[in-house]
């Protein structure tokens, strides 16, 4: 099974400034067929279900502001969120759907400093 | 609008069964795959299995395989899934949620709002 990691478990950022998560799979998520990096990004604010932020790693879903932005390639990804609002106040996950099963990194919590 | 429903969840005592339905509206059902991912109480996400447009590819979290089986009627709309043997370590809210793609390996772009399961004698 490909293992998911994330860093930090949580951090707290003034409200304007930059906030970087880092998720990181045991094996590499790139398929060599479509050079496509099979991650997603999801955000979820408590009580209500998981959102879908990004996917192939850097594509943002239709009606996320371009302040979300993913990176990354192989093994190594990078949500980033360049300008923190009140409303990005959430648990942000990473998964990978290269190969079954399709696990979850385990959450990072982001505040308000 | 694009919604998925789901139901079935209820408080069942360890090793019984259950069936969890998930009722798609909106869109073409039968283009997308389709998934189940749960959520323990003040946990993470787990995804639970997953299901092809054409159920021909099917894919279980090892912590599930063997008790549950996903499967899904197109000229229904509907996703389900039916749990046996149910563990303590199954209780959670249970999400249906779309697929981007008609492929299980894809992202899952529309979510449910989840129906609670507890197993607990």
């Known amino acids: 099974d490909i293992v998911m990691t994330q860093s930090p478990d949580s951090l707290a950022v003034s409200l304007g400034e930059r906030a970087t998560i880092s998720c990181k799979s045991s094996?590499?998520?790139?398929?060599?067929?479509?050079?496509?990096?099979?991650l997603a990004w999801y955000q979820q604010k408590p009580g209500q279900p998981p959102k879908l932020l990004i996917y192939w790693a850097s594509t943002r879903e239709s009606g996320v502001p371009d302040r979300f932005s993913g990176s990354g390639s192989g093994t190594d990804f990078t949500l980033t969120i360049s300008s923190l609002q009140a409303e990005d106040v959430a648990v942000y996950y990473c998964?990978?759907?290269?190969?079954?099963?399709?696990?979850f990194g385990p959450g990072t919590k982001v505040d308000i400093k | 609008e694009v919604q998925l429903v789901e139901s079935g969840g209820a408080l069942v005592p360890p090793g019984r069964s259950l069936r969890l339905s998930c009722a798609a509206s909106g869109f073409t059902f039968d283009e997308y795959a389709m998934h189940w991912v749960r959520q323990a109480p003040g946990k993470g996400l787990e995804w639970v299995s997953g299901?092809?447009?054409?159920?021909?590819?099917?894919g279980y979290a090892d912590s599930v395989k063997g008790r549950f089986t996903i499967s899904r009627d197109n000229a229904k709309n509907s996703l389900y899934l039916e749990m046996n043997s149910l563990r303590a370590e199954d209780t959670a809210l249970y999400y249906c949620?779309?697929?981007?793609?008609?492929?299980?390996?894809?992202?899952?772009?529309?979510w449910g709002q989840g129906t609670m399961v507890t197993v607990s004698s």
């Open positions: 299901i092809s447009w054409n159920s021909g590819t099917i």
């Open positions: 094996q590499s998520v790139l398929h060599s067929s479509n050079n496509r990096n099979y």
């Open positions: 949620a779309k697929a981007g793609c008609s492929s299980i390996s894809c992202y899952k772009n529309i």
């Open positions: 998964q990978q759907y290269f190969s079954t099963p399709f696990t």
